[in-house]
């Protein structure tokens, strides 16, 4: 559907309805033209909009409402082929359970479906009631009889005109009343009863609400006379209140002369006289005091006996205090001779003191130079001990040396002299070979043969010289029993030559002093040793565990080079410990 564009003009305040009937379809504008209410003006129309008629439609269903009473049906299937007297129980839970029957039934249990005004209960069973029954209220005529019935207050509450019950509830009434004219009389005594029982409650409720009036009314009454008490108490504070603020300064003023009597108690050379003015101050002020409580002195003029009474007392603190500082004064200047004096005796004790000191340490580094003297004395003797030592066993070294060197030349020699005649064999061999057989192989053999041992020759002869990877490689493989034999003696000599030498810096490592320690001969016998420097220290120490932290411990050492040889510890509260190197390390 087009809708026209005359109604462009209207705004947000043109309806649904209006711009449908503005339409060019005709099927559009049939639809709305019911509508016959429709106003145009210039730039506004008046009209019902969707809004005002929901309102009047749902106005006109609560008055249809109002007017009926209101029945919930509800269609269940009693089964699944719509057959009659058929019922399938299963199912018909299910749709009960679907369509909230259960919860609905639940929800008007627990709550209080039964409801009527008390005006209608009223007359339900007023006809039946004695005439002093009638004229009660309705309210109180239903909370009579359901006492009276022995109805639980759980089972119905009340409001504001209307009663609610559980369900159920109403009916039981209903059949108690009905019951009979015997019950019914009954009833009725027990309603008399407790109408009687409220009114002698409100009768003792009005007596007690009388009694708290009555004490309410005695309160107020003891207010007034506690008002008109301060009122009376206040205009006599009034006409006071100037005597008793004097009496307070004078008081206060008493304070300042206890002050004045203690700064009075540490004034040195003027006491007596300083208390003397004190304790005058004292009378007068009490004087005073007394005059004002006696009423002696007028109104007006106890502002200006204050004013004098402080202004004596201020007079008087202030002497008091320059008294105070004169005798400060003295005091100190005696104390700064005191200390001088203290001074004096503290240097002469402190120069006592380095005294006995420096002839302890002169004594001490008198006995340490003594030690180091004869340690180095020791220490110079050990030298040339050493050194004569060291003398004798290089000149036994190199008398073995010589030995082993005239055993190797013999040696030679006869090895030499065996080569030869074995070469001189070997070669008559070979003559005799070439003769029988080919000239020419024989001589390339021979010549091969002369090359090999030419060169087991020289191997034997320098077998001195060879690697101890050779020796091993010609003990392991050679078939030649002579060189094999030469080389096993060479191998044995090599091992005892190593393990004398071990032996012997062995024995040289023992004969070392205890108290060097890492201290080894030289490596090489012509080589001059090395001087080591002998150095003692002194150094004092402090441990927490000291029960005196003024108390010290001092610690010597003796170093050798850099090395400690002994130390001493000597401790203040236990005894010294001492330690040698070599043998506490």
């Not at 039946?128 to 119905?156: E, Q, W």
């Not at 040195?268 to 004190?278: D, G």
């Not at 090999?452 to 020759?457: D, P």
């Not at 002998?534 to 010597?556: A, E, Q, T």
């Amino acid at each position: 559907a087009v809708v026209s564009t005359q109604s462009a003009h209207y705004g947000r305040d043109s309806s649904l309805e209006q711009l449908m009937l503005t339409s060019n379809s005709a099927l559009v504008a049939g639809l709305y033209s019911d509508i016959d209410d429709v106003k145009c003006n210039q730039r506004k129309m008046v009209h019902d909009s969707v809004s005002g008629k929901f309102k009047k439609q749902l106005n006109i269903l609560l008055e249809k409402l109002q007017g009926t009473a209101t029945n919930f049906i509800r269609c269940i299937k009693p089964n699944q082929h719509m057959s009659p007297t058929k019922f399938e129980g299963g199912k018909v839970l299910n749709q009960l359970i679907s369509l909230g029957m259960v919860t609905a039934l639940e929800l008007m249990q627990a709550g209080y479906p039964s409801r009527i005004t008390f005006t209608e209960l009223y007359l339900m069973y007023s006809t039946r009631l004695p005439a002093k029954l009638k004229t009660l209220h309705p309210r109180v005529f239903c909370s009579a009889l359901f006492r009276a019935i022995g109805m639980s207050p759980n089972d119905y509450r009340f409001g504001v005109t209307k009663i609610f019950f559980k369900p159920g509830k109403f009916a039981e009434v209903d059949m108690l009343l009905n019951s009979g004219t015997e019950h019914l009389a009954q009833m009725i005594s027990k309603v008399e009863k407790w109408v009687l029982c409220q009114r002698w409650r409100r009768v003792q409720y009005a007596v007690l609400a009388f009694n708290k009036w009555n004490k309410i009314a005695r309160w107020r009454i003891g207010c007034i006379v506690a008002i008109q008490k301060n009122a009376r108490m206040w205009e006599a504070r009034k006409l006071y209140q100037p005597r008793i603020r004097g009496v307070r300064a004078i008081q206060d003023s008493m304070t300042k002369i206890s002050v004045m009597i203690e700064i009075a108690n540490n004034i040195k050379y003027e006491r007596e006289s300083v208390l003397a003015e004190i304790e005058s101050m004292r009378t007068f002020l009490t004087n005073e005091m007394l005059q004002l409580k006696a009423g002696q002195v007028h109104t007006d003029l106890i502002a200006q006996k204050l004013g004098e009474v402080e202004e004596q007392v201020k007079l008087l603190l202030t002497k008091i205090k320059e008294t105070q500082c004169s005798d400060k004064e003295r005091q100190v200047q005696e104390e700064k001779l005191r200390q001088i004096q203290v001074a004096m005796e503290a240097e002469r004790k402190r120069k006592e003191e380095e005294e006995r000191l420096r002839k302890i340490e002169e004594e001490r580094l008198a006995e340490e130079r003594r030690i180091k003297r004869e340690l180095e004395e020791k220490r110079m003797k050990e030298l040339e001990e050493e050194k004569k030592r060291v003398e004798e066993e290089n000149k036994r070294l190199e008398a073995e040396k010589e030995q082993l060197e005239k055993e190797k030349k013999v040696r030679e020699e006869k090895e030499r002299e065996e080569a030869m005649k074995k070469d001189q064999e070997e070669r008559d061999r070979m003559i005799a070979l070439s003769i029988s057989e080919d000239n020419k192989a024989t001589v390339v053999k021979e010549e091969d043969l002369n090359k090999k041992e030419t060169k087991v020759i020289l191997d034997k002869n320098n077998i001195k010289d060879w690697k101890y990877t050779e020796l091993r490689d010609c003990i392991n493989t050679s078939c030649d029993v002579e060189l094999l034999e030469i080389a096993r003696e060479e191998f044995h000599r090599r091992l005892k030559a190593y393990q004398g030498w071990k032996t012997n810096k062995k024995k040289k490592t023992d004969q070392a002093k205890p108290d060097l320690p890492m201290s080894e001969a030289p490596a090489v016998p012509d080589k001059p040793k090395e001087r080591k420097q002998h150095r003692l220290f002194k150094v004092p120490f402090v441990y927490p565990s000291y029960r005196n932290p003024s108390v010290r411990g001092w610690w010597y050492a003796h170093f050798y080079g850099q090395w400690i040889v002994r130390q001493l510890e000597i401790h203040p509260e236990k005894a010294p410990l001492c330690f040698l190197a070599g043998r506490d390390d």
